[in-house]
Structure formats: structure tokens, C-alpha cells
């Protein structure tokens, strides 16, 4: 048995009569989809120097991880998690905490602009994560809403949470896009089963718990379909936390690298997680004061 409950929070938080960036009718697309793409935010020469900059001491990380034999590495500013079975990077969490330029990134006003007006307050990030989706190796990940880790695992109290995932490389089918069920943010799905103790080390290279059964799912697609986030890289999608989303295996040669920006509204701070007894890593969810600060807004992109 399962339950589709609807949404009873916003997901546009602000007046529709609220000046810019996004128009009326972008809003009213992101309300009644659960997502919006911003084509060519960034041209492809910012993004590439970006791209560089993010995978700075990645070839190291790998190699650690090839001489310690580990699937992940988690220390106080990182998470570092390979794909199943082998030593290729699946995901960084957090390098906001460590590298300048996704520091930087976070706080372009191209993007802080619009998740500001979508939120309709200050925000702070909840996390950061590169998903690398490298050529060949990178595996899928199932269909899941976000909110529900959030919210179970983290403590994050309402839906007031979105993702502006940045196209670092271009994205397509074939490469493994994400995929996302456009309206299904609106309904709350149960899953079943408690969630274990420490269940966020295996959850991220794959995950059984905390995902909606199949006849949910097929709800879901029959109302809305799937919908493939392709596009050029630069181009960003913006997603609301609770939209259900997935997305295939990488078989082409062709490497797909996505930043994840997740902000949370100051006024949503998490409180101690509603499932298990102990909350995530504070590089999957902050809670530190010093990072839970409102995001100032960078003057010009190249300000630091
Ligand atoms: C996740 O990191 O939770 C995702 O769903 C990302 C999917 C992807 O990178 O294709």
C-alpha cells in the first residue's frame, strides 16, 4: 500500500506581482512543472573555466581512493563517493566548503536572483554536490524525490528548498540527462520502511530505501510523463526539492558533469532529523552556524 497526499506548502513562495528575474508566466511553468530551464545562463567559455577550476584535485582524490580501497572518503569539508564497484568518482559533496570557485559559483547573482524570488527570502546552501557521470562508467541513479531524504535524514522542516543544477558538459540521452516527472512536486508519496542508521553511506551510490513503488511511480508518469533536462553546458535547470527525479546510466563516450547547487530559505532551518536518530554529515546537510548564513550576493561574477 502507499499514499499520494498533495502538496499543502507553496512552491512559489513569493507574490507573482514580485519584479524579476523570472516573468509571470516562468513562475506559473515552475509552479505547475517543478522545474524551469534558464537556456545559456552562463556562455560555454565561463562554464569551462568553472569546470576546470571544480575538478581540481580530482585525479588525486581518485588516486587516494585507488590506494586506500575505500568507496568514499568523508572528512569535515567533503564527501567523496566513487560508482559502485570501482575507483571512478561518482559524486563531491560540498566543495563549496573547499574550493574558492564553486564558493564563487553559489553566490552569482544570475542564480541567487531568481532562487531569491522563487524562495521569497535570504538562503543559505543545504549543500553542494559535482555529480561527475563520467564516460562509460557512470551509473543512474533511481527515481527519488530529494524532500524525502531532506526531510527524513537531515531534519529539514518544509519544502522551501531548490536545486539550480548547472550544466558543466552537455547533456543528453544518450549521456545520461536527468530525467524528471514534471508535476509530481506536488504530491507527497509515502515510501516504505524505516530508514536505518547511517542508511546515507549506501544511499549514495545506490539507493533501495526511501524511493516511491512502482505503482506510484506510474502514476506519477501517467499525469505527467518524463521529461529528459538536456541542453548545452551553462544551461541551468532550477527544481523544486520534492520533484521526483532519476536518470540513466552513462554508456557513451561522451563525459555528462552537473553542478548541484541546493539552497534553503534562512527561514527553514533543519531541526533534528524526522527518521533516524542521528542527522547526515554536515558536508550532505549544514547545520553549522557559520554556514548557515544568508548568501551576499558577488557584485560582478569575478568579484573574488
Ligand atoms: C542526485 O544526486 O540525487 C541525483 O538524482 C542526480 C542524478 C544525476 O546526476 O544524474
Known sequence: MFEIRSRPDPVVWADDDKTGPFSRQELEFYRTNGYIKVEGLFDVDEIQTYCEKLTTGKDELEEDIKSNKEEFISTDNYTCVTEPGSTKIRSIYSPHKFLPAANQLCRDRRLLGRVRQILDSDVYMHHTRLNCKQQFKGTGFYWHSDFETWHTEDGMPRPRCLTCMVLMTRNLPQNGALMVIPGSHRHYISCAGPTPDNHWISSLQDRYIGIPNQEALSQMVKEGGIHYCTGEAGSVFFFDCNLLHGSQANFSPWDRMNFFLVYNS??????????????????????????????????KPTDE
Open 266 to 299: 534562512v527561514d527553514n532551518k533543519l531541526v533534528p532529523p524526522f527518521g533516524p536518530p542521528k542527522p547526515r554529515p554536515e558536508t550532505l546537510g549544514t547545520r553549522d552556524p557559520a554556514w548557515v548564513q544568508p548568501i551576499t550576493p558577488l557584485e
